[in-house]
């Protein structure tokens, strides 16, 4: 049964690990003899005496500003030479000399250990001193706390990663590649800082260690290059790395391959050599995955800014005759910069942002490297001053290179800011397209033309556009009858979409959804407009040419006709009984129906207890239902009396329109244009419409609230 345990067990496992590293680290730093001395070497040779503690056990004493051995109680004496001081002792040619570089340590640091310790310097001049057994934690410099956090922080990053996705290879390899760093740093962070000496054969054994650790993380990033972010080699081949420099290792650590420059540095420097070639390899295989791309580039990006920053804050400096402008032993912080970034990138942390973070941290760090060599060349070419050199190249810089920047990122890039007015016509041609093929087509259209997609699929509506598979797609929601759309691999697959094109879709889909929803309200605006105009004539047009139907005197029929001609121009303009007051308009459709009723042989009986007050907008349909109710009685009731009453009941008005003919069951008749017309126009004014056998004859009554 395979245990799986959670990531914040990993997290916490690993935290855990990393405590008992560093008590053990410091306890091994701290159990060492203390002077309080700080001791440095010239590049003469000379081994001086920089500076004295004032809390130290050599405090009070005048110290001699040149060392040249020191003494213990029993009068032994070893001269100190200027490779005591050394850092890192693979610097020397051969085993042998690391073996007397190991010993001499031992002999200084046996002589430290004893209960007084004589400081000689040169003219006899000497200072006693009683060594402390533990060196304090104040007394330890940046140096070994620089050393110590980057091979703590590297651990806990490589545990984070791996605990993200166990079961890939590419995570495990790289917390191992983490290890390395802590298995190399920790080791480097006590020797390195040593006050003079600490047992040779600790010495020895910390170096051992160190190496180690570099060969094991270079064999973990050349196994993690050729298995990610795509197989280079098959099965398990991408451990060779291991059986090649592990047992290189083990053969420097028994001292059978000459020296260090054959068992250490070499190694070192083709495993460098592979890395690159592998980055180079995977680079060129990834053309057709942008996703792997920029893994790859993130990777170049973190070799770059790490590799940069060392040398422009380390070896430019020198170049133009400057001081560093950090000490070398700070070199681990950039180290760490070019470790969290590769994390990020084996991690697949926001890749579809790596390429923008990629060119602007390039660009940045291509001015400052524009301005060190421009900065250089005028002081050795033309011979200036240090500040004013420095000033016209920074002028020159910002003159020439930053506006190249924009133009020269979008070039290299392919990316390219379009304007959103540039979209406005195309977005209209979409909405306005005769069907919803022809629309989802013109759709489609233009977004290629945006983003240009390898591919452009139908995908699943997230509601909003959403990236997937870390940048490799990109879904476009559903708007009104279009489906929605999935666009794989931006810029025909030379980079990854990202937050901008999400931000540059949710545009498109709003101005779109924005142009459908006027379009809509125009076809329905044009459709009601239809449907008003429609009911108006069937309603008023139809009634007045009925009139002038059964008028038996010409001038009236020609009055009518005339009286129909101008309401057909109302009916056009939409103007159809506005200027007119309600007693105005009450009289106006009393006369109306009076001569048409007239001229059948009917007779009206108008009933109004009071004039109605309501607003202009419900004129026109008021008027309409009116017209239609008598017309609809004049065509078919074969009545002989209209009586149309008019009053205020409640919170609304009232409406009746009665005759005495023959009547008719309201189910049993298929309602015409007429009936259907009064229905939409009640409906409009929210009230009630109801057509009711009256006994004789029929009673159509329709209910407005005041309101409408």
Known sequence: ?????????????????????????????????????????????????????????????????????????????????????????????????????????????????????????????????????????????????????????????????????????????????????????????????????????????????????????????????????????????????????????????????????????????????????CAALQYLRASGDPGAR????????????????????????????????????????????????????????????????????????????????????????????????FGLALLLVALFYLPLRDTLARRLSGRSEPRQEAWFPDMIEVALAPSDKDRDLRWQALLNTVFRPLRISPGPDRGAPTLLEEGTALVIPAIGALPARRLDHAMHGRRLFSPRDVSRAAELCAMLAHALDSRIAYEQGVAAERGRITRDMHDNIGVQLLGALHSRDATRKDALIRDTLVDLREIINNSAGQGLTPDELMAELRADM???????????????????DFPARAVPAMRSILREAVGNALRHADAATIRVTLVRAGDGLVLTVEDDGRGFVPDAVVPGHGLENMRARVAALKGRLAIEPAAPGTRITVHVPVEA
């Open 594 to 612: 009076a001569d048409l009723l007239s001229s059948a042989g009917l007779t009206l009986v108008w009933n109004m207890e009071m004039v109605p």
């Open 294 to 389: 920029a893994i790859i580039r993130w990777f170049g990006l973190s070799i770059t800014v790490g590799a940069g920053s060392f040398a422009l804050t380390v070896i430019a400096p020198s170049l133009i005759g400057l001081p560093p402008l950090l000490p070398q032993s700070y070199a681990f912080i950039f180290f760490l910069l070019i470790h969290v970034g590769l994390a990020l990138g084996v991690a697949r942390y926001r890749l579809f942002d790596l390429d923008r973070w990629a060119f602007r941290i390039l660009f940045y760090m291509t001015a400052a490297a524009l301005l060190l060599l421009v900065d250089a060349m005028l002081i050795s070419w033309i011979a200036i001053g240090r500040a004013p050199a």
């Open 1 to 277: 049964m395979t245990i799986r345990f959670p990531p914040a067990a990993i997290l916490i496992g690993t935290v855990l690990m990393g405590v008992v590293a560093v008590v053990a680290l410091l306890y091994l730093t701290i159990h060492q003899p203390w002077l309080g001395v700080a001791i440095t070497g010239t590049p003469a040779g000379e081994i001086r005496i920089a500076h004295v503690r004032a809390d130290g056990p050599a405090q009070g004493i005048t110290a001699p500003q040149r060392l040249i051995a020191v003494e213990g109680a029993g009068e032994e004496s070893v001269t100190i030479e200027a490779n005591d001081l050394v850092d890192e002792p693979d610097i020397a040619a051969t085993y042998d000399e690391m073996a007397r570089f190991f010993a001499r340590q031992t002999e200084i640091d046996r002589t430290l250990r004893q209960a007084t310790v004589t400081l000689r310097g040169t003219d006899n001049k000497s200072a006693t001193v009683t060594p402390s057994t533990l060196r304090p934690l104040g007394d330890l410099p940046g140096e070994f706390w620089v050393q110590l956090c980057v091979g703590l922080a590297a651990w806990l990053v490589g545990a984070w990663v791996w605990s993200l996705r166990r079961s890939d290879p590419a995570t495990a390899l790289f917390a191992l590649a983490s290890f390395a760093i802590l298995l190399a740093t920790f080791p480097a962070a006590l020797y390195s800082t040593r006050e003079l000496a600490i047992d040779g054969g600790l010495f020895r054994f910390l170096s051992i260690l160190n190496h180690g650790g570099a060969l094991m993380f270079a064999a973990a990033m050349i196994a993690l290059l050729l298995s990610y972010p795509g197989p280079l080699v098959s099965g398990g081949w991408r451990y060779a790395p291991f059986f090649i420099l592990g047992p290189w290792w083990i053969a420097d650590s028994l001292e059978i391959l000459g020296g260090p420059p054959v068992g250490v540095h070499l190694p070192i420097l083709l495993s460098m050599a592979a890395i690159i070639a």
